[in-house]
């Protein structure tokens, strides 16, 4: 799911473990987990106020990532090749350099 900024969207809660991440769909019935800190209210629907994509990255314990940000317990990573994406913080380990 690609979500450009001024995008409407349905967004509703539902039982999750991720606090802070709501579901929703765009004009297009395409859906998905969004942080709900990424949208404002507009009238019954929903604005995007910044670009999102959902993409979740698989990794391997001995992966390494560079996180770009962090969000709602999850952080954005580029891997050493590939796209970017979400991992989970609770499955990442700072490294000493």
Do not use: F, H
Request: with cysteine.
């Amino acid at each position: 799911m690609i979500i450009s900024k001024g995008d409407v969207l349905q967004a509703e809660t539902r039982p999750s473990e991720w606090p802070g991440w709501v579901w929703v769909t765009t004009s297009n019935q395409v859906s998905g987990w969004m942080p709900l800190a990424y949208l404002d209210p507009d009238g019954a629907a929903w604005r995007a106020v910044c670009d999102y994509r959902d993409v979740e990255l698989s990794v391997q314990p001995a992966d390494t990532l560079e996180v770009l940000y962090t969000q709602d317990q999850w952080a954005w990573c580029q891997p050493a090749q590939g796209e970017p994406g979400w991992v989970p913080l609770a499955v990442l380990e700072r490294l000493n350099t």
